[in-house]
Nanobody
């Protein structure tokens, strides 16, 4: 029933920007924590950012602080990841995830706490 669909990935030069979108459907997400993760070939899927849908409060991995911004649009049921100052090491498949209530930022870095996942969108940053 819950569906998360990512879009907005592509190829960009280092220093450029992309905005990823995660369209969420099938539930009321007002009490959910939404997250973005990324996975490069041969690497573990790693946490990028999370947002509490209701309050809009955010949490970021140290590697993206100051460059990436997570946000949500309640009217569109969509979570965004604005990525600026992109680096080649940002190259990965980016996944949207949702954690159902009771959900806080506690353990939000961990894949295992999320209940739903999108299919991913590829981001490639060239040097």
């Amino acid at each position: 029933q819950v569906q998360l669909v990512e879009s907005g990935g592509g190829l960009v030069q280092a220093g450029g920007s992309l905005r990823l979108s995660c369209a969420a459907s099938g539930r009321t997400f007002s009490s959910y924590v939404m997250g973005w993760f990324r996975q490069a070939p041969g690497k573990e899927r790693e946490f990028v950012a999370a947002i509490k849908w209701s309050l809009g409060s955010t949490y970021y991995a140290d590697s993206v602080k100051g460059r990436f911004t997570i946000s949500r649009d309640n009217a569109k049921n969509t979570v965004y990841l604005q990525m600026n100052s992109l680096k080649p090491e940002d190259t990965a498949i980016y996944y949207c995830a949702a954690r159902k209530p009771p959900a806080t930022f506690g353990s939000s870095r961990e894949r295992s706490v999320y209940d739903y996942w999108g299919q991913g969108t590829q981001v490639t940053v060239s040097s």
